[in-house]
């Protein structure tokens, strides 16, 4: 007579962190200690070699692809013990659950219906386990909802679920692994924009399409060779609006001042120079005076570095100046201790610089140790490089060394047009330091920026020639650098290879 099989099944839970890494830092700051969390939590159940989750439905594949294709890793994996649920009769369970709705295409609910409450149902009802997600996770949302700014940063939670591109019900027969077509952590648009600008807004910064910076190179000679992806480049702006009510809210000026504020929300305002120069000299002061709100004011400066006065009011660049130098400043003392606010404070610089007004300040004079902070900052061989704020932290530096290199190639006379002129110290630092950096650098944001700022040296009018004399002379482009990395980023290494042919 035959005994009723006692095999079991070992059930693991996979934890991961949606922010990677950015909850820790910044999460304090924005909703305040009371309500800050360590990460932004994604679970998943791991049994029977594969990984259960619920995204835009309950959907499963082996964990190495999950990881894989998300580009994420668990931050840990707990053991829940052991099932004697088969593989089919949980996976029955899943699509029971898919179709009564519970965890259907269209039941996703930030509180009650998320990626976390699947996984703890699926442990406890589904497996049948004592054991399931931990309740300080099961928290999360609410702790976020219940803070003064709750509601302002709702749509991280609702947008950074990992999900598919499309709805993917599971089958009504057979135990197969479900196929994804490139699947993907759902992206932040629309109204989670905002939001996602106050966790990282110094991230991944658009080419701004309309503002060219004042003095953007031509070649050097009239039979230099075609570089369309370099020559259509323009300033790197950070120009997201989002954060500037929370902002306010957490700096709480005074009414006069928060309605100054406010405008820099609306990209069509009219400014006066008076209201310009206000608002330079109150985040001056905030920065100076109120350390712990360094970082919102920051966000705001590198927004109001950007405004202009209306046409019919006369246009000073006394205060944009000061700012920029005041920032400067800080990074050079190392005042600013976390890797975000340097992030932003580079920000700052970089939209002063590609301003259609930029700061007094020339590549060939005077900021040196500013670009030696900047090529430090951007960095790819430092300790930790591979976390998500070391990698906006070079992100922002390059950007601030690219748009430096296209605010000061302006001029007229001979030697400036002939492309001649003695190489500065800081314009050697780009050139040779942004060289350096491409050989181990990973991201490719990055990667693109130290590309765009070496041909622009190279294609400069007043430095052309004599920066690509020397990087020939020292034989430091090589070819093989950008390959691998995206399409944009080979071509421009290609086109960088072309000026020194």
């Known amino acids: 007579m035959s005994t009723p099989s006692t095999t079991t099944h070992e ?98 609910d930030l509180i009650h219906r998320n990626c976390n409450n699947f996984s703890e ?105 075609a570089t369309p992806l370099l020559d259509k480049q323009s300033a790197l702006l950070s120009t997201d609006t989002g954060v500037v009510k929370i902002c306010i809210y957490r700096l709480k000026p005074e009414q006069e001042q928060s309605e100054l504020l406010s405008k820099l929300a609306d990209t069509n305002a009219s400014w006066t120079q008076k209201d310009i120069n206000s608002v330079h000299q109150y985040l001056r002061s905030v920065i100076d005076n109120d350390t712990q709100y360094i970082s919102y004011a920051l966000m705001l400066l590198r927004l109001i570095v950007l405004r202009q006065p209306s046409s019919a009011d006369l246009s000073s660049n006394e205060e944009p100046s000061q700012s920029a130098q005041h920032v400067a400043k800080l990074l050079l003392e190392d005042k600013l201790k976390t890797l975000p606010t340097r992030s932003m404070a580079w920000c700052v610089l970089s939209n002063a610089m590609g301003s259609t007004q930029p700061p007094d300040w020339d590549v060939s004079t005077g900021t040196d140790s500013l670009i030696d902070r900047a090529l430090s900052d951007s960095d790819p061989s430092k300790d930790g490089v591979s976390s998500p704020s070391h990698v906006s932290l070079r992100q922002s530096a390059a950007a601030f060394l690219y748009n430096l290199t296209i605010c000061n190639d302006g001029g007229t006379d001979d030697a400036v047009e002939n492309g001649n002129t003695e190489l500065s110290e800081g314009v050697m630092s780009i050139l040779l330091g942004c060289l350096e950096h491409l050989h181990e650098e990973a991201d490719v944001t990055t990667c693109k920026r130290h590309y765009m700022a070496i041909g622009q040296l190279l294609k400069s009018r007043r430095f052309g020639e004599t920066a690509v004399g020397l990087v020939k002379d020292l034989g430091l482009v090589d070819e093989e650098i950008g390959k691998g990395k995206n399409k944009e980023v080979e071509g421009l290494a290609k086109e960088v290879a072309v000026l020194l042919q």
């Open 121 to 225: 149902e699926a442990a406890r009802q589904g497996l049948r386990l004592q054991k399931g997600v931990p309740q300080w996770i099961l928290e999360v949302p609410q702790k976020f909802l219940s803070s003064p700014m709750g509601m302002m940063v709702r749509p991280i939670l609702e947008q950074m679920q990992i999900s598919n591109n499309a709805p993917t019900n599971l089958p009504t027969g057979g135990a197969g692994s479900v196929r994804m077509a490139q699947p993907t952590i759902a992206p932040t648009t629309s109204s989670a924009a905002a939001a996602v600008t106050a966790v990282n807004p110094w991230a991944n910064i658009p080419a701004a399409a309309s503002t060219p910076a004042t003095g953007t190179s031509s070649p050097a000679k009239q039979t230099s060779p």
């Open 11 to 108: 059930v693991h839970l996979a934890i991961y962190d949606l922010s990677m890494g950015m909850a820790r830092g910044l999460s304090a700051q924005f909703l305040g200690p009371q309500h800050a969390v360590e990460i932004i939590p994604h679970t998943a159940i791991v049994a029977y070699g594969k990984e259960y989750f619920f995204g835009q439905g309950i959907e499963w594949c082996s964990p190495h692809e999950f990881r894989a294709t998300r580009g994420i890793q668990p931050i840990e994996i707990q053991p829940l013990g052991h099932t004697s649920c088969t593989e089919q009769q949980f996976e029955d369970w899943c699509r029971a659950q898919a179709a009564n709705g519970s965890f259907g295409t269209q039941s996703y």
